[in-house]
T-cell receptor
């Protein structure tokens, strides 16, 4: 079946540093990947839609200069949290569709803690 | 009004009980619908897609009512392992461009 690999699974960083999260589709090509953020006891919130070879589409309220998304190939999308602050601490998850509109596979998530 | 709404629960039911969740969506042009399951501190996993004709997978039955714009999930003979958060997911785009998650319904099965 379709597998999406995401790493790191957890990271602790100092305030002001940048963190890069990678999301790879291992056995299929993903022209579109999605990035979500989930705070404790809340639902997943779509941050942006990552399109291979073009700029990402950000949801309202998500700072594109802070959350840099690069989708350089059909199997890799990266999310970089720049100048991270404690309020950016959250669970970040990527997903990709491998069968058009039928079903989405998620990465295992990255738990970011900014201290 | 939220694009996708769910009763957050928690639902606390005894093992063996039947439990049902509903989810409403606001965009009548929504294309596809899914139920996902998320365990604590894990990523969501697809439980089942929801088709207009309704579909069943073992103890789980999903139904779609386009006229009233809601989908439902029925779990029969619930097991302890069914304890999780169930997320309603709606694709509101004409392609795989925008999928929206409900806030999730927490289910706890007690022995």
């Amino acid at each position: 079946g379709a597998v999406v690999s995401q790493h790191p699974s957890w990271v602790i960083c100092k305030s002001g540093t940048s963190v890069k999260i990678e999301c790879r589709s291992l056995d299929f090509q993903a022209t579109t990947m999605f990035w979500y953020r989930q705070f404790p006891k809340q639902s997943l919130m779509l941050m942006a839609t990552s399109n291979e070879g073009s700029k990402a589409t950000y949801e309202q309220g998500v700072e594109k200069d802070k959350f840099l998304i690069n989708h350089a190939s059909l199997t890799l999308s990266t999310l970089t949290v720049t100048s991270a602050h404690p309020e950016d601490s959250s669970f970040y998850i990527c997903s990709a569709s491998h069968r058009g509109i039928y079903g989405y596979t998620f990465g295992s998530g990255t738990r970011l803690t900014v201290v | 009004r939220k694009e996708v709404e769910q009763d957050p629960g928690p639902f606390n039911v005894p093992e063996g009980a039947t439990v049902a969740f509903n989810c409403t969506y606001s965009n009548s042009a929504s294309q596809s619908f899914f139920w996902y399951r998320q365990d604590c501190r894990k990523e969501p996993k697809l439980l089942m897609s929801v088709y207009s004709s309704g579909n069943e997978d073992g103890r789980f039955t999903a139904q779609l009512n386009r006229a009233s714009q809601y989908i439902s999930l029925l779990i029969r003979d619930s097991k302890l392992s069914d304890s999780a958060t169930y997320l309603c997911v709606v694709n509101i785009g004409s392609s795989a461009s925008k999928i929206i998650f409900g806030s999730g319904t927490r289910l706890s099965i007690r022995p």
